[in-house]
């Protein structure tokens, strides 16, 4: 089995004939409802005749101004549910295909390496960025624009959160944030990494030395399910493994084993592919719903579904099983049943009476969601909500009016959707929050 060969992208790019055609598809809508759907409001029409002109650099502009994560989310945006699912064209055969189109104009930015954007002129003023995935990536490059002089703080060692590390490398290739990473620091943005806020640079001293801060600081772990065994050896995070695996630390210890992912969203899809490409025999998502109530995009369930993946609904683990010798070989489980909605809006899974069964595995992946730093909050003595940071919905300020925040740190309770587009589109009307705040003053 040629592991690393399972891993390479999954969608080739479109042929040049092919992109001509399909750009000369589109009807360049005035009113364009691909544009309103949206999320970073980019302008779909323009770019497409720009491509359909041969004008490749100009489309590129258009998608990067809009979306500084334009090249990632033109992999992994749900465009069937965004831009293409809204496509006038729905109705009378089939979308134009947006994501391909907008993956082939920056595509060619990468593959020149022409800069799109130039920072602005210096006014004097400071800002600092926790966090280098979407939204703080994408608020360091408006804040650059807009003149400041920005310095961003990653804990590990390369930029670019959740899109570098988190996203499987056959749906993204760690090339892709990099390269929108470079766009960043092109603009004079430093970025420094291995560098922890909370443990190597305190939140007083980011106070004290910066004129703003933005939080963006996305979640951590995966938490545990709190259930006997999970300290087994074959008990796995998925956020943790995922990492691993876009490092490069493919391995052979998962071919021909029996797995297991509990959640149903799509980073457990993610997990389940991952190790179906890893070579397990057979590879379950175990979940305490039904079908209906799984948070994965539809596109998502139907690759998974294609990878030979299986799903087991209304089930819940109640205990992993140790071989005696720390290994995990088995998991018992119950059956559930489903009662009335509860407050995520979904009918509340319940246990089933005298239902106990096991299943054999040899390894298993918790994506049951992740947790908050919530400690880390905390010490920025801001207003939050077990971890989700409070902000003024139109501007991103939080209850320091010194500190916004963006991003997953300030999603749950109903703030918004975590989608990629989202976070940078955040990060965004953060920067542009900021410019309106502070430099109205100069």
Excluded at 22 to 36: G, H, S, V, W
Aim: aromatic residues 6%.
């Amino acid at each position: 089995m040629d592991i690393k060969k399972n891993f390479a992208e999954i969608r080739a790019d479109l042929k040049p004939k092919e992109v001509m055609e399909e750009a000369n598809r589109c009807l360049f809508c005035y009113d364009a409802p691909c544009t309103k759907a949206c999320p970073a409001n980019i302008k779909v029409p323009s770019f497409i005749k720009k491509i359909a002109s041969g004008n490749l650099k100009g489309a590129a502009k258009v998608i990067m101004e809009a979306n500084p994560m334009g090249a990632t989310c033109a992999r992994i945006c749900p465009a069937e549910e965004l831009c293409e699912g809204a496509c006038v064209l729905n109705d009378a055969s089939l979308p134009i295909m947006i994501g391909d189109l907008q993956r082939h104009a920056t595509n060619w930015a990468m593959k020149n390496r022409e800069p799109l954007f130039q920072p602005g002129k210096p006014h004097g003023k400071t800002a600092a960025i926790v966090g280098s995935g979407p939204a703080g990536l994408s608020a360091a490059r408006e804040l650059a624009r807009y003149g400041f002089k920005v310095t961003v703080y990653e804990k590990k060692d390369k930029a670019g959160g959740l899109d570098t590390y988190g996203i499987v490398p056959f749906r993204l290739p760690r090339t892709i944030p990099l390269w929108e990473v470079e766009q960043v620091e092109n603009l004079g943005v430093a970025i420094h990494t291995n560098t922890e806020v909370g443990k190597d640079m305190q939140p007083e001293t980011l106070i004290s030395d910066f004129d703003v801060i933005v939080l963006a600081i996305g979640l951590s772990d995966v938490p545990l399910l709190g259930i006997p065994g999970e300290d087994l050896d074959g008990v796995l995070d998925a956020i943790q493994f995922i990492e691993k695996v876009k490092d490069g630390h493919l391995t052979d210890r998962f071919i021909n084993k029996r797995a297991a992912v509990i959640g149903a969203g799509n980073t457990a899809i993610d997990a389940a592919a991952c190790l179906k490409r890893l070579g397990a025999a057979n590879v379950s998502i175990v979940y305490r719903r039904s079908e209906a109530e799984m948070t994965a995009y539809p596109s998502e369930y139907a690759f998974a579904k294609q990878e030979g993946i299986e799903f087991k609904w209304l089930i819940q683990p109640k205990r992993f099983i140790d071989n005696g010798l720390g290994h995990i070989t088995g998991m018992e489980c119950v059956r559930m049943k489903l009662a009335d909605i509860d407050a995520t809006e979904r009918r509340r899974p319940v246990e089933c009476e005298n239902s106990e069964f096991r299943m054999d595995i040899d390894v298993v992946v918790r994506a049951t969601g992740q947790s908050r730093y919530t400690s880390l909050v905390k010490v920025f003595g801001i207003e939050n909500d077990h971890g989700i940071v409070k902000v003024n919905p139109e501007t991103y300020q939080t209850s320091n009016p010194k500190v916004y925040a963006a991003g997953d740190v300030i999603f749950g309770n109903g703030g918004g959707e975590a989608m990629v587009v989202a976070a940078a589109e955040q990060g965004k009307k953060t920067a542009r929050a900021i410019r309106e705040q502070m430099l109205s003053r100069i």
